[in-house]
T-cell receptor, first 115, second 111 residues
Framework: AQSVTQLGSHVSVSEGALVLLRCNYSSSVPPYLFWYVQYPNQGLQLLLKYTSAATLVKGINGFEAEFKKSETSFHLTKPSAHMSDAAEYFCAVIPANFGNEKLTFGTGTRLTIIP | GAGVSQSPSNKVTEKGKDVELRCDPISGHTALYWYRQSLGQGLEFLIYFQGNSAPDKSGLPSDRFSAERTGGSVSTLTIQRTQQEDSAVYLC?????????FGPGTRLTVL
């Protein structure tokens, strides 16, 4: 069975500072990995995805993530935080063999931006 | 183009009543998913429809929960004899392959 672990349920950074949200996966084979963002009272929006092509993935809103097989990680970063980045972020995984594409989510990280 | 839509956006019901939640997926998407988001359990998979195949119901928490997808498009999630622990946000998503697009969710409150 596959799973993802997000370290830190709450992260606070100052506006303009680096954002780093951590995600580690557990899977017998490298899976497909996703980062979603959820703003208050809204659904989930896809930020970026890793699907076994380039290991450094760029997404929307200036976010990027790097797939590191040796560390089983897929951490999300943004060089300079903006107030509008305040939201909850979820890392998710599906098996790469497309046997079943249901997402398994991490527990989420709430990002607070300090003015 | 139009995204995934869900209705109602909010539903308040009394314990023991039945509720129906609706999802309209993106046109042409063959896969449709239901997830539940609650404070205690996070985001949980409920059920998955793919084309004409039998749905994957492995995430449904009890036999009070059921879902159908008519004509390969609209889906309805039904919860019978609602309980307070059913209170949550129910999210629907659709996809062509692995990239899932989510609706805004239905917030269900069971009093």
């Amino acid at each position: 069975a596959q799973s993802v672990t997000q370290l830190g349920s709450h992260v606070s950074v100052s506006e303009g500072a680096l954002v780093l949200l951590r995600c580690n996966y557990s899977s017998s084979v490298p899976p497909y990995l996703f980062w979603y963002v959820q703003y208050p009272n809204q659904g989930l929006q896809l930020l970026l995805k890793y699907t076994s092509a380039a290991t450094l993935v760029k997404g929307i809103n200036g976010f990027e993530a790097e797939f590191k097989k040796s560390e089983t990680s897929f951490h999300l970063t943004k060089p300079s935080a903006h107030m509008s980045d305040a939201a909850e972020y979820f890392c998710a995984v599906i098996p790469a063999n497309f046997g079943n594409e249901k997402l398994t989510f991490g527990t989420g990280t709430r990002l607070t931006i300090i003015p | 183009g139009a995204g995934v839509s869900q209705s109602p956006s909010n539903k308040v019901t009394e314990k023991g009543k039945d509720v129906e939640l609706r999802c309209d997926p993106i046109s042409g998407h063959t896969a449709l998913y239901w997830y539940r988001q609650s404070l205690g359990q996070g985001l949980e998979f409920l059920i998955y429809f793919q084309g004409n195949s039998a749905p994957d119901k492995s995430g449904l928490p009890s036999d009070r929960f059921s879902a159908e997808r008519t004509g390969g498009s609209v889906s309805t999630l039904t919860i019978q004899r609602t309980q307070q622990e059913d209170s949550a946000v129910y999210l629907c998503a659709s996809s062509l392959r692995y990239e899932q697009f989510f609706g805004p969710g239905t917030r269900l409150t069971v009093l």
